[in-house]
């Protein structure tokens, strides 16, 4: 075991105790300077901004913006009750927003005329017309049958009747809710038909609204929070000039702003708010274990500053290296706090039992530096190493908290040390400690009153079973991979979300990049070969480019719809109720024309050009279940990866669905390497400083059990393993080794009999630290997130079970090697 040099630990010692104000000055100077630089550090909440910069699907979103520009839409809805006296007001509010140098476009309206004229050849099939024809023959015979039914005998009238009883009718467009051509017909038509609309509605059909194009993405904050103030102003600046005041009983009674730009806002108001609740509710609680248990005042200013100190030096390391913190290490800070007061608290509790034992402050301080100091330096670089191994991982999520809890641990170690010491005399010069009735067990020599500990080999052996049967039933653990499962607790949708809901669409298909439009014909021609002949294609569910807009044997088509609306039109007045404003409305597209490419509106065509105003060089493909279901994206990415360009090489594939099904295969990668990782260098660094085989099996005794038993609860709560609570392997291993060296390195100091006395003292600091450790990691379980209340919950079951391990079983295993020590003796 590596011992503290005695002479140096007094000279630092000594010199803070003669120039504690000095110590405390330049610590304070330094925190402030950091937190002056962490005011820049920016928020990244995007589940790509935890991918490397070289996963497919991070490469794939920058070809997506080079090509296509910011797929980020501002949505700006005008609740009316009176949209005819809206729409006319529409281009001048475009125009001025248009006018702002920070808005790229506005779209209000859509030519739709020429889609509406051949809807009836753009989305049906042809089978589809021609079952269509069919079925209009069927429909217009019963509809014939039905008017003569007077004169049928009873029986039959029955028989009509209960065969008119089974065909239910929706409405619209005429559609019979049957599996038959004319259902599918009129399902087409309006499912299809519906996405070109003239003007955007909500769903609830109760707002107009406009797209608007902004110049930036909305992954700048600073500049959604800017754009959103802008254009409400400049919109309710033009409403009132064209239309009137805004109000109850006016045409516009509201103005509501949604899609992406207020999303992004939101979701970082959110994980703000988490932040600092989090932070706030675990620095209020740990001020409290800590006067609680300590029963003075002083222990919350000589525990809490330095504390504050070391995690605000991270804040300003952060700052100059990464300059940003994601989704995970936004709550880093609040976790910190529970890290980093283990060393207060060990410090405290042991110079308060030297000052008990009768030290004056400056030796009581020496002891405790000689000796708890050995056992933080220990303690700090094995948590700090296992938190650093993290950093080899590809996944960002785990590189990056690794990283800052690496240095944000030893930081809190140096603040205890430079800080802790001075502040400590600074108060003993004001007001000498008073032991408020605290007392050691000691006798008159100042030796430790020795006793057996009631446990021994018994205890050991029955735990190590228990935690040898968990850490079997490891296989058993799964992935959680539906996604709806880790992020923002969406309970109820926000009330300007359900406002401006339809006005744009939600769905998030991936993009096929290709180099030609002949190349991404190709492509097409691969997927139609896939789905053809199969009613529900098993990952994908619809996929369109701009080919797909043009049908193939237009003239084919034309003289089936030419049939369809002669017969229609000659029998029209048969129909009745949802039948015929159904029929109505498809007689209004008897019309079509052949058209090829260029006669598509310039709207249409600007959906399927890049930047560079190539048309036709990507496709949209839409997966066929949710795009959050882990097991779906991936199946959906591998089915797409199969996809070969004309010259053999995969298509550049961009989307959702592949940014998840990265993100689910760097978890699964990088989760077993920084967990073996960690495992090792905690392992590595216990040899360095111990240097015997016994030592390091003392010490990693509480971890091993914590990990088995908190394994087993796993299995028995049916938790399942997330990229978030990942990250408490980690942590348990960093951690859950600490107790277990101060009650070791405190068992090596006293020698045999004294674990009795080692859990009494030392012990009951562990209680606290593991305490203020679940205080830390719980306070995750306030966050409004799924995902960091998983890693909240775990972290506080594998500490639960460190600490039961360190109290119980590791003073066990201490009785039952002065056993055998006693017993060796007695034999010689």
């Known amino acids: 075991m590596i011992n503290l040099p005695e002479r140096p630990a007094r000279r630092l010692v000594g010199s803070m105790h003669a120039h504690p104000y000095l110590y405390v000055l330049g610590a304070l100077i330094l925190t402030v300077a950091m937190l002056a630089l962490g005011r820049d550090i920016k928020l990244k909440s995007k589940i790509r901004d935890l991918l490397p910069e070289h996963a497919p699907s991070v490469q794939a979103m920058t070809v997506l913006q080079k090509r296509l520009g910011s797929a980020d839409v501002l949505v700006v809805t005008l609740m009316s009750g009176d949209f005819e006296q809206v729409k006319p007001a529409l281009p001048a509010i475009a125009k001025a927003l248009e006018a702002h140098a920070d808005i790229r476009k506005v779209v209000y309206r859509q030519d739709v005329d020429m889609i509406q004229r051949n809807a009836l050849i753009i989305f049906p099939t042809l089978p589809e017309l021609e079952d269509y024809y069919e079925e209009l023959t069927d429909e217009i015979k019963k509809a014939v049958k039905s008017k003569l039914q007077l004169f049928d005998d009873d029986d039959e009238a029955e028989a009509g009747a209960d065969d008119e009883a089974e065909v239910r009718h929706t409405y619209a467009w005429a559609e019979l809710e049957q599996d038959d051509g004319l259902s599918n017909l009129g399902r087409t038509f309006r499912e299809e038909g519906g996405q070109y609309r003239e003007y955007f509605f909500n769903r609830a059909y109760t707002t107009i609204g406009l797209q608007v194009y902004p110049t930036k993405s909305s992954s700048d904050l600073a500049f959604c929070e800017h754009i959103l103030e802008v254009t409400d102003q400049i919109v309710r600046e033009e409403v009132e000039k064209t239309i009137g005041p805004i109000g109850e009983g006016q045409p516009v009674t509201r103005i509501v702003m949604g899609g992406g730009y207020r999303d992004a806002l939101q979701q970082s108001d959110q994980i703000k708010n988490d932040m600092a609740s989090s932070a706030l509710t675990s620095f209020a609680l740990l001020a409290l274990v800590v006067i609680v248990f300590f029963r003075s005042i002083r222990a919350i200013f000589c525990v809490l500053i330095p504390l504050v100190m070391g995690v605000a030096w991270t804040v300003g390391v952060v700052a100059l290296t990464v300059g940003y913190l994601n989704i995970i290490t936004a709550f880093i800070f609040a976790v910190l706090l529970g890290l980093g007061i283990d060393f207060g608290i060990h410090f405290y509790g042991r110079y308060r039992e030297e000052r008990a034992a009768g030290n004056d402050p400056l030796e009581a301080m020496v002891h405790t530096h000689l000796h708890c100091g050995e056992a933080s330096i220990l303690a700090g670089t094995t948590t700090a190493g296992a938190f650093l191994a993290l950093t080899i991982a590809d996944f960002k999520g785990f590189s990056q908290f690794g990283g800052v809890a690496a240095v944000g641990v030893i930081f809190c170690l140096l603040a205890v040390v430079f800080v802790f010491t001075p502040l400590t005399f600074i108060f003993e010069r004001w007001v000498p400690l008073k032991l408020m009735g605290y007392s050691v067990d000691r006798h008159d020599d100042g030796d430790i009153k020795r006793a057996r500990f009631p446990l021994g080999k018994r205890t050991v052996l029955v735990a190590g079973v228990i935690g040898l049967v968990g850490l079997v039933t490891a296989v058993n ?20 979300q359900d406002v401006v809901r339809g006005t744009v669409s939600t769905s998030a298909p991936a993009v096929i990049f290709t180099d030609s439009a002949q190349d991404a014909e190709h492509i097409y021609d ?42 229609l039109g000659r029998k029209v007045k048969l129909f009745e109720g949802d039948q015929r404003d159904g029929a109505d409305e498809l007689l209004r597209h008897c019309e079509p024309e052949p058209f090829a490419v260029q006669d598509l509106p310039e709207w249409v065509k600007a959906k399927f050009s890049d930047k560079a105003g190539r048309l036709g060089e990507f496709i949209f493909v839409a997966p066929k279940g949710s795009t959050s279901d882990g097991e779906v994206a991936i199946a959906f990415s591998e089915e797409l990866a199969t996809l070969k360009s004309l010259d053999g090489s995969a298509p550049v594939i961009s989307g959702k669905p592949m940014i998840w099904a990265d993100v689910i295969r760097a978890m699964e990668r990088d989760g077993v390497r920084t967990t073996i990782a960690s495992l090792l260098t905690v392992l590595i660094l216990l040899f360095l400083f111990e240097r015997r085989v016994a030592g390091v099996a003392m010490i990693m005794l509480p971890l091993t059990l914590g990990i088995g038993i908190s394994v087993g609860v796993m299995n028995l709560l049916g938790i399942k393993l997330n990229f978030f609570n990942m990250l408490a392997l980690p942590t348990l291993i960093g951690m859950g080794v600490d107790d277990g060296v101060h009650l070791y390195h405190r068992y090596q100091e006293l020698g045999r009999l004294s674990a009795r006395y080692i859990v009494r003292t030392t012990g009951m600091s562990a209680v606290l630290t593991t305490l203020t450790t679940s205080i830390g990691f719980g306070s995750l379980l306030m966050a409004n997130h799924y995902g960091l209340n998983s890693l909240g919950l775990l972290t506080v079951i594998g500490m639960v079970a460190a600490l039961f391990a360190t109290l119980v079983v590791l003073p066990a295993a201490m009785q039952w090697a002065d056993d055998r020590k006693a017993k060796v003796s007695g034999e010689g």
């Open 526 to 567: 691969q997927l139609e070969e896939r789905t053809a002949g199969v009613a529900q294609h098993p990952r994908i569910k619809s996929y369109q480019s701009i080919f797909h807009l043009v049908p193939d044997k237009q003239d084919e088509r034309i003289k089936w719809v030419k049939k369809i609306c002669r017969k």
């Open 477 to 496: 653990i799964r992935f959680e991979l539906d996604f709806n499962k880790l992020g923002q607790k969406e309970e109820t949708a926000l009330e300007y």
